[in-house]
Nanobody
Framework: VQLVESGGGLVQAGGSLRLSCAAS????????MGWYRQAPGKQRELVAI????????NYADSVKGRFTISRDNAKNTMYLQMNSLKPEDTAVYYC?????????WGQGTQVTVSS
C-alpha cells in the first residue's frame, strides 16, 4: 500500500485547510486509516482515525469540534478538514493505513499555522 498526502501549507490562525491522502496498491486489505502529526521535538500523536467499513471515527481531544476526518472508498482517498486552526496545530501531518498485519505511512505534509 502506498500513501500520498497533499494539502498542507501555511495558514493564519483561525483559518482552514483540507488534507488528502490517496492510497494505492493493495487497498482492499486496509481496515482503518488515520492522521497523525509530529511537531518539532515532540512525539508523533494520533489526530483522528476512521474505519473503512463502518466509517467509525475517533479524534484526539485537542482537535474535537475543529477537525473532521472522512473517506471516499471509491476513490481510495481519506481527508482531514481542519477548521479554526491554532498555532499549536503546526506539525508534519502523516497519513496512516492499517491492515490486519501491517501499518503503512505516507511521507508527511507540513502544516504551519501563524499567529
Amino acid at each position: 500500500v502506498q500513501l500520498v498526502e497533499s494539502g498542507g501549507g501555511l495558514v493564519q490562525a483561525g483559518g482552514s485547510l483540507r488534507l488528502s491522502c490517496a492510497a494505492s496498491g493493495s487497498t482492499f486489505s486496509i481496515n482503518a486509516m488515520g492522521w497523525y502529526r509530529q511537531a518539532p521535538g515532540k512525539q508523533r500523536e494520533l489526530v483522528a482515525i476512521i474505519t473503512t467499513g463502518g466509517g467509525n471515527t475517533n479524534y484526539a481531544d485537542s482537535v474535537k469540534g475543529r477537525f473532521t476526518i472522512s473517506r471516499d472508498n471509491a476513490k481510495n482517498t481519506m481527508y482531514l478538514q481542519m477548521n479554526s486552526l491554532k498555532p499549536e496545530d503546526t506539525a508534519v501531518y502523516y497519513c496512516n493505513a492499517r491492515s490486519m498485519k501491517f501499518g503503512y505511512w505516507g511521507q508527511g505534509t507540513q502544516v504551519t499555522v501563524s499567529s
